[in-house]
């Protein structure tokens, strides 16, 4: 939990946030789909809520972020943003909704910002052409965060959920993204599935914050995604995950024990019901 207050007395901003990395305060980061968990998360003092594109997965059931549209981005931050007082909602932009054109990138970056109530948008990569559209979005007064690492819109160029940055190559690659998109005006950095080494020099490099997701204990912020850090999302178990706590088999356990109540009648009783 953010020990002290944000400088704006209202909600999280980006100044906040750089001033949370000057002074080594780190930043905690979850993701919220609905209204009923956002209010939760943001009385709990997470910094900043990410409508992530994970809502694929673990909201619609699809195997991947690559089916998550535009709109569904919307529906859903719209209904974060309502239960949001405190923490900044960041939202993010779904595959093809930005690699298109410059134009239609700051469009629908400005769409979700407009529809939704949210202040910032997250895209994924560090290229030229990406940076080149975080620079023309930061123009128009849409913040940016990026996301580098593993991207998991190209889930299926790079052959799966895999590390990256592993080889001096893809690791000079990487160094060279980050720097690229801090300069093109990104106020913070998503690091996804790289080796903490990496992690920490590109932290330590970077003016900006790093928000890591099994990257190591030496980022900026830390992210995860909040069904699977509940235990509601029993499946997913990878190496960097901590649950803290087990939501999954308590709700099973009420649900349950709710059938077993209707049916042998033991709810609802007299004390459930209108005279
Ligand atoms: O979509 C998402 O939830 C994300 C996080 C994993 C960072 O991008």
């Keep these: 939990m953010s020990a002290q207050s944000p400088a704006s007395g209202k909600g999280v901003t980006i100044l906040d946030?750089?001033?949370?990395?000057?002074?080594?305060?780190?930043?905690a980061v979850l993701t919220a789909y609905d209204w009923l968990f956002a209010r939760l998360v943001d009385t709990s003092g997470i910094d900043i809520i990410l409508?992530?594109?994970?809502?694929?997965?673990?909201?619609?059931?699809?195997?991947?972020?690559?089916?998550?549209?535009?709109?569904?981005?919307?529906?859903?931050?719209?209904?974060v943003c309502r239960g949001v007082s405190?923490?900044?909602?960041?939202?993010?932009?779904?595959?093809?909704?930005?690699?298109?054109?410059?134009?239609e990138a700051v469009r629908n970056a400005g769409r979700v910002l407009q529809e939704s109530g949210a202040t910032a948008v997250k895209l994924e990569g560090g290229s030229t052409r990406i940076a080149g559209t975080v620079e023309r979005m930061v123009e128009a007064g849409i913040p940016v965060m990026g996301h580098l690492g593993f991207t998991p819109q190209s889930v299926h160029t790079l052959g799966g959920n895999r590390v990256q940055g592993r080889d001096d190559e893809s690791r000079q690659r990487l160094r060279d993204e980050a720097r690229r998109l801090q300069d093109a005006g990104a106020f913070s950095i998503v690091l996804e599935l790289i080796p903490g080494d990496l992690a920490a020099d590109l932290s330590a490099d970077l003016r900006i914050p790093t928000i890591g997701i099994g990257a190591g204990?030496?980022?900026?912020?830390?992210?995860?995604?909040?069904?699977?850090?509940l235990g509601l999302n029993r499946e997913f178990n990878p190496r960097f995950l901590r649950r803290f706590a087990e939501l999954g088999d308590q709700a099973e356990a009420a649900l349950r024990e709710y059938?077993?109540?209707?049916?042998?009648?033991?709810?609802?009783?007299?004390?459930?019901?209108?005279?």
Excluded: W
Aim: with cysteine; proline share 5%.
């Design 259 to 275: 059938v077993s109540a209707v049916k042998d009648g033991s709810y609802p009783t007299a004390e459930h019901t209108f005279s």
């Design 217 to 229: 204990p030496h980022c900026d912020g830390q992210v995860l995604v909040l069904p699977d850090m």
């Design 17 to 27: 946030l750089r001033e949370m990395k000057a002074r080594g305060e780190r930043i």
């Design 86 to 103: 405190r923490s900044m909602v960041v939202v993010d932009l779904p595959f093809l909704t930005y690699q298109l054109s410059t134009e």
């Design 51 to 79: 409508v992530g594109d994970s809502l694929g997965q673990v909201v619609l059931g699809l195997d991947s972020t690559v089916g998550v549209t535009l709109n569904d981005m919307i529906h859903h931050a719209r209904a």
